[in-house]
């Protein structure tokens, strides 16, 4: 196998999260225990050593946190606990994940008559396709998620969108309009999304944010965070149909009762758009 491992700076955060599986699959309590992340990131390894020796050294020779491959591995959890719940009410769901990156979320959720669509940009799905093989129910979509002709090809019924790790890399304007567009071509479609704080945008705080990206992540500039909000509600008021059900914070696990400014750095929001 030879994969063309040319991937943007974006693109990149998928090695990190694919890297924070596998480890949680291979410590001693498993949180998310997903052993197909182990095997690709073999592959991937393999790869790169011959292919590109920069990022095989970047992604191999650096140790993890284990703080991060907890936050990244509760957050899995949680966000497959919202795909599986939502399946027990509508066992024939479509779910869409936006930026899936390497992650085979498909394996641990499926129950055999969902319809699941991975969508991400070519440089990764270009990779993906070639580790993880399409089924008669699962698709690959190799695009931008902002390339609104995606939605024309699923079911407009019980559909659920999960996007972790993903919009606070992209534009505000962008985001609006593929909530719109979701709004006007989906039936009440519900959506799961990670959200950043518009506070930790400006000043020093977003200096401290870049100097985490860049030294503690090794993320290159490219993979810059674009988009915050003040609060889990605030997308409320893009639209009277943009409803916030819950939202959740990997310290509600680690830590509960934590205050606001805690909580709300980098969590998750659940919605239905009505």
Not at 16 to 38: G, M, R
Not at 220 to 235: L, M, N, T, V
């Amino acid at each position: 196998m030879k994969l063309n491992m040319n991937i943007n700076d974006i693109s990149q955060t998928a090695l990190l999260t694919l890297q924070c599986h596998a480890a949680d699959a291979e410590s001693q309590s498993p949180i998310l225990n997903d052993k197909s992340a182990v095997e690709t990131l073999n592959t991937l390894k393999t790869e790169l050593i011959h292919e590109d020796k920069e990022l095989h050294k970047k992604l191999f020779h650096s140790k993890l946190k284990k703080s991060l491959v907890t936050h990244i591995a509760l957050r899995a959890k949680q966000y497959d606990h919202y795909i599986t719940e939502f399946i027990k009410s509508h066992p024939n769901v479509t779910v869409v994940n936006i930026g899936c990156g390497l992650d085979n979320r498909y394996d641990r959720v499926n129950n055999g008559t969902i319809q699941f669509f991975d969508i991400d940009l070519p440089d990764i799905m270009s990779i993906k396709s070639q580790l993880i093989p399409e089924t008669d129910n699962y698709f690959q979509l190799s695009q931008s998620v902002f390339d609104m002709d995606w939605i024309e090809k699923i079911n407009t019924e019980h559909v659920m969108l999960v996007a972790e790790g993903v919009f606070m890399y992209c534009k505000e304007q962008d985001v609006r309009c593929l909530f719109s567009a979701l709004k006007t071509k989906l039936n009440n479609p519900h959506i799961v999304f990670e959200v950043f704080s518009s506070k930790w945008l400006k000043g020093w705080k977003q200096k401290l944010m870049n100097f985490k990206l860049r030294k503690q992540l090794k993320f290159e500039k490219g993979a810059a965070y674009q988009f915050g909000i003040k609060d889990s509600d605030e997308i409320e008021n893009w639209s009277e149909n943009f409803k916030l059900l819950e939202d959740w914070s990997y310290f509600d696990v680690i830590k509960p009762n934590s205050s606001d400014f805690l909580r709300k750095i980098q969590w998750t929001v659940y919605y239905v758009i009505k």
